[in-house]
């Protein structure tokens, strides 16, 4: 049986691999591929809508979507686990499935995973990521969802050390873990995890490259998850069997004032 997708941001830089990604496998097919101007009506054909677009476009394009009763990949940025709580039960009333990938990536999520796994036996944990300038949202949604498994990860521990927050140049705080964000030319994506104890310190470091051939293997599996999934899911990690133990986040503390800047995803905690 062949699923029809629709893409939101599909004229964008990952909704254009998704598209790619899409015509190659011979049980979907694409039948809308949406625009930042486009009528969100135009997904309504489809039985599954992948969002590839913005933070700001992204919020209205999920719920159109689970009012239609559409099966949802998330592949945009900015959804903390605050968002993802807000939409879990309205998924649920619909009988759907919404699945988030702040990162298609296979060495990004064993990135991020290695970091959780490590999390426990460093007191001091900080995050540097760095993007093209043209990225809109910071810090990265990749970079979120790291911080909140390193939380997840030290939950028996608590919050990692973090000196000096209240200065702004220490980073904004996720799940008590600082993270840096840099937006400059000549960068894909890239992301280090520092963890440091007396005496020594541990970087996980990942690199992309190029983005079709490293997101593609992801995106396949991703859409093959995400037309049967029921309820919410988050990770490409929930669909593969990578050998650790990646503890699943719990929202914590309250979402902090976004101040009119979408894609603002931190929260308030202790450090």
């Known amino acids: 049986m062949t ?3 629709a893409i939101v941001g599909g004229t964008g830089k990952l909704g254009s691999i998704v598209r790619d990604v899409v015509a190659d496998l011979d049980d979907f097919e694409l039948v809308a591929s949406l625009s930042s101007s486009s009528d969100l009506a135009e997904m309504d054909a489809a039985d599954l809508v992948v969002d590839t677009s913005t933070p700001a476009v992204s ?4 719920r159109h979507a689970i009012e239609q009763g559409k099966q949802l990949l998330i592949g945009t940025s900015g959804w903390s686990a605050e968002r993802i709580a807000l939409v879990r039960p309205l998924v649920h009333q619909a009988g759907t499935g919404a699945v988030f990938i702040p990162n298609f990536s296979l060495g990004s999520v064993l990135g991020s995973a290695l970091a959780a796994a490590s999390a426990p036996f460093f007191p001091s944990i ?18 979120v969802r790291t911080a909140e498994l390193i939380a997840a990860g030290r939950a028996a521990v608590g919050p990692v ?8 140049a220490r980073g904004q705080q996720v799940a008590s873990v600082p993270i840096h964000s840099l937006r400059r030319p000549g960068v894909v994506a890239r992301q280090e995890t520092i ?3 007396p005496g020594e310190s541990l970087s996980i470091v ?3 490259i190029d983005p079709a051939r490293a997101y593609a293997p992801g995106i396949r599996l991703a859409l093959q998850a995400a037309r049967d999934a029921r309820g ?8 593969l069997d990578i050998g650790l133990r990646v503890p699943g986040p719990e929202p914590t503390g309250k ?12 929260r308030t905690t202790g450090a």
Do not use: C, M, N
Request: charged fraction near 25%; avoid cysteine; glycine fraction near 10%.
């Open 3 to 5: 699923t029809r997708v």
């Open 161 to 168: 050390e973090s000196p000096y927050v209240d200065q702004r």
């Open 126 to 143: 900080e995050i540097i990521e760095a993007h093209r300038e043209t990225k809109v949202d910071s810090p990265s949604g990749t970079a």
């Open 206 to 208: 990942h690199d992309t």
């Open 255 to 266: 979402p902090v004032d976004e101040g009119g800047v979408p894609g603002q995803v931190a």
């Open 195 to 197: 963890l440091s104890g």
């Open 59 to 62: 919020i209205d394009a999920v």
């Open 232 to 239: 919410v899911t988050v990770g490409l990690d929930s669909f």
